[in-house]
């Protein structure tokens, strides 16, 4: 019996160590990476605006895609629409109330592949205090070395650059007091094997 489970915990040692050999892990870079969202003023028009700061880590197995996980936190008050008044009213109580809340935050739970270079990823996504889950329609667009790499030594080493997209109901993060429709969010990032 005492063998059994020597050989069992040496195989558990073993899954888990290729597992942790098998990732990969990369970081935002600010540089190249937007936060997007985008609304109906009250069904007049589109508006946008995006948030400028955000870091996140993915680990990503390439073998096994459905076992890699990736989070992500955005600084609130990096909220930018292009318009001073706009923004301070953005981040006033009566939507994102940023001193309260300076962060927003997305932790995976769950990623299917749905194709070749896109996959489903499902997480919990804070707003204002409040969470709930939210799927991220992703596509990559790269992955490997940087093609800036030969000339730029910042883009050196290994790259992985996806899109991805989502929609949200803002009041159900007590975000604004009515409704104008659903908020699109939609995220473009390049990551880097290194912080």
Not at 43 to 71: C, H, R, W, Y
Not at 110 to 131: N, P, Q, R, V, Y
Not at 148 to 157: C, E, N, R, S, V
């Amino acid at each position: 019996m005492k063998k059994i489970l020597s050989l069992g915990l040496v195989a558990s040692s073993l899954f888990i160590a290729s597992t942790a050999i098998g990732a990969e892990t990369y970081y935002s870079d600010q540089g190249h990476t937007e936060v997007k969202f985008g609304w109906s003023h009250a069904g007049v028009s589109m508006q946008s605006g995006e948030f400028t700061s955000v870091k996140a880590t993915l680990s990503l197995d390439p073998d096994n895609v459905e076992q890699s996980t990736i989070t992500a936190t955005i600084e609130a008050n990096s909220l930018a629409s292009g318009f001073g008044p706009l923004d301070t009213h953005l981040k006033s109580a009566d939507f994102l109330e940023v001193e309260t809340y300076p962060e927003i935050t997305f932790t995976s739970t769950s990623i299917t592949k749905t194709g070749d270079e896109t996959a489903d990823i499902a997480g919990d996504l804070t707003i204002h205090g409040m969470t709930h889950p939210v799927t991220l329609a992703t596509t990559m667009s790269h992955r490997g070395e940087h093609p800036l790499g030969a000339y730029i030594d910042y883009y050196k080493g290994q790259w992985v650059a996806f899109t991805a997209t989502t929609s949200i109901d803002h009041q159900a993060f007590g975000v604004g007091g009515f409704s104008t429709g659903p908020i699109s969010i939609t995220i473009i990032t390049e990551m880097k094997d290194r912080e």
